[in-house]
């Protein structure tokens, strides 16, 4: 067996991973890479390996970085199955239309600034039709059951709490006599987090391949000190009439943000502020949720049966048309601007950051993790100028993070889960995260574990197993 990494070794982004066998070639993954724009450019044209030879794509979850290049493979002649959950199938679908749609309109814009001062036009990475291509090669399969990928080659999903639908993939790889397990955690959820069950115990494996995108630090808010922090944020914003501005991935984090806010409301803790959510897909994608309460925690749960829709209330809209998310821009606060993309490489956030981030009685409220070279990245970093749209646009906003709403483990997570597998895996591949929070993690791993094998894969690098 072999595997190599053409995507997220040593970042955040664009997870591909390809394991290959005698007679079998599965691909785990296929994301789109986010960050500078050449390089983005590139990366997410020429994925490192050729589609066509491709036998199947197993998919942990629906996020971007994860599905966002499959129309890729379809454009390129890949011709196998892309096995998913249910709720991940449905969400990628609506997630890779927005993510054709977004790229035309952005390409568009640019290309309108820049055919201006004489510059080439940028392409869309793929567009609807490619998106259709490859969602009629989805299959769905619920958590536990076996899927035949290849000769000799089986998989399974099992929970990984991060988002609706996520799982951790288990390949099985049985050949004269002797079998080999992969596990890989995709992205790994946190324990007593609200809407979603916990991530399953892991299964046994010989190899892990694990995310580390928090491998260095511990997440800080939780609980009553989360919510109090929210709480001054929106009692700000009403004082000042300042508008807070969210930008959330449209799955997950932006249904979270919806309950907490009604849980401070419901508690008199705040009155309500009207909260916009300027997104198609978040409205498609808080449907989808409410058609899978198999992926729901118990609370959740109850919350539906006592109080019907936790998505619902009279002071939250959902923003479908362009002339209403433009009039948004010349509304005055207090408001709430819950807009996708989450790393603001994207979408209408930027729309929203560009007339709002001048304004200093207004606030971007960073909840979900920022990738190097992103504008979000930008901002947490506390720039002073940032670019929007290529345009370096002066920051007067305040700039608030709230790590604990991240639906990503943190380290103490991420070590746990290891120490869970019985018996240990010889080896560990350490992705999806920056190099310093990779090695930092591989490290302490490392140290519980003087046994394993423990690597940092560099992207383009194969390993054989």
């Not at 595997?3 to 970042?11: D, L, N, P, T, Y």
């Not at 599965?26 to 390996?49: P, S, T």
């Not at 099985?172 to 397990?181: C, E, K």
């Not at 019985?422 to 560990?428: D, H």
Request: charged share 25%; with cysteine; aromatic share 6%.
């Amino acid at each position: 067996m072999i595997i190599s990494f053409h995507g997220a070794a040593r970042s955040v982004t664009g997870s591909r991973h390809l394991i290959q066998t005698p007679g079998c070639r599965v691909l785990l993954d296929c994301g789109l890479f986010q960050g500078r724009r050449q390089e983005a450019d590139r990366r997410n044209r020429v994925l490192g390996f050729d589609p066509k030879a491709v036998d199947a794509v197993i998919l942990s979850h629906a996020h971007i970085d994860h599905s966002g290049a499959l129309p890729v493979l379809a454009k390129h002649g890949f011709a196998g199955k892309v096995h998913v959950t249910p709720a991940t199938g449905d969400l990628t679908k609506v997630m890779l239309e927005d993510s054709a749609r977004i790229q035309e309109s952005d390409c568009a814009y640019v290309n309108k600034q820049e055919g201006r001062k004489g510059h080439r036009c940028l392409r869309p990475f793929y567009d609807i039709d490619d998106v259709r291509a490859i969602v009629r090669r989805f299959t769905g399969t619920r958590y536990g059951d076996a899927i035949k990928v290849g000769p000799r080659m089986s998989a399974s999903f099992h929970e990984a709490g991060h988002i609706l639908g996520s799982a951790a993939i288990r390949l099985t790889y049985a050949a004269r006599g002797n079998t080999t397990t992969v596990l890989f955690t995709g992205d790994l959820g946190r324990p007593r987090m609200p809407v979603l069950r916990d991530p399953a115990e892991p299964p046994a494996c010989d190899v892990l391949i694990i995310e580390s995108t928090y491998g260095d630090r511990l997440h800080e808010e939780v609980g009553e000190a989360l919510k109090t922090k929210a709480e001054q944020l929106l009692t700000r914003a009403r004082m000042n009439r300042g508008k807070i501005i969210v930008p959330a991935f449209a799955v997950g984090r932006t249904q979270e943000l919806v309950m907490r806010i009604k849980e401070l409301v419901r508690e008199g803790r705040i009155d309500p502020v009207p909260i916009y959510i300027d997104s198609p897909l978040a409205a498609k994608a808080t449907e989808i949720f409410r058609r899978h309460p198999e992926c729901y925690d118990e609370e959740t749960l109850r919350t539906f049966a006592a109080e019907g829709d936790p998505f619902a209330a009279r002071y939250i809209r959902y923003v479908s048309s362009v002339e209403e998310s433009k009039q948004l821009n010349a509304m005055k606060g207090p408001c709430v601007i819950i807009a996708s993309s989450g790393m603001c490489e994207g979408g209408r956030v930027l729309h929203h950051l560009k007339h709002a981030i001048q304004d200093e009685a207004n606030i971007i409220a960073i909840v979900g993790f920022q990738a190097e070279h992103t504008l979000g990245r930008k901002l947490v970093e506390g720039w002073d100028v940032v670019p929007i749209f290529g345009v370096p646009t002066p920051r007067r906003a305040q700039v608030v993070r709230f790590n604990g709403l991240s639906a990503h483990a943190d380290r103490h997570d991420l070590l746990a889960y290891v120490r869970s597998i019985k018996p240990a895996p010889a080896k560990v591949f350490v992705v999806h995260g920056e190099e310093k929070q990779a090695f930092s993690l591989a490290a302490a791993i490392m140290a519980e574990h003087p046994r394993i094998d423990v690597i940092v894969p560099e992207r383009g690098s194969s390993h054989e197993i």
